[in-house]
């Protein structure tokens, strides 16, 4: 049997970023290298620590939504504590490999989609 700290880490591995899900890519916080800290005590306390890229994220509603309804589902969490870190923004070094290549791929795919649009064409434009 997985201790509660592992059970911990494997519900936040299931949360995936609300970005990633807009942009397709489904990448989990684990896997973007956002979480900074896992604590658990014997008495069922659990603090998360995220580092996040913008400190006013307008997905933070959902974050801490998401991790909370992950997390207190674990049997024998009883209460959870959810911080973010003031002092370092995440940056792109902290993506796991898996995280990158999903990333590369969907930038690529991103950039043939720009190349294959035909550059509008101008309207009423008078040459002298």
């Known amino acids: 049997m997985s201790s509660l700290r592992e059970q911990v880490e494997e519900a936040i ?7 990633s899900r807009f942009n397709g890519t489904f990448i989990s916080f684990t ?6 800290a896992v604590d658990v005590d014997e008495d069922g306390r659990v603090r998360i620590r995220l580092l996040l890229d913008d400190p006013l994220c307008p997905y933070m509603p959902d974050i801490r939504s998401e991790l909370r309804e992950a997390v207190l589902a674990v049997p024998g969490v009883k209460e959870l504590e ?3 870190r003031g002092d370092e923004l995440w940056t ?3 993506l ?3 995280a990158r290549e999903k990333l ?10 720009l190349l294959s649009i035909q550059p509008m064409q101008r309207v009423g434009v008078t040459q002298r």
């Open 13 to 19: 591995e299931q949360v995936v970023d609300p970005c």
């Open 31 to 36: 896997d973007l290298g956002m979480v900074d």
């Open 82 to 84: 959810l911080s973010m």
């Open 92 to 94: 792109e070094d902290r």
């Open 96 to 98: 796991s490999d898996s």
């Open 104 to 113: 590369r791929i969907s930038r690529e795919r991103r950039r043939e989609r």
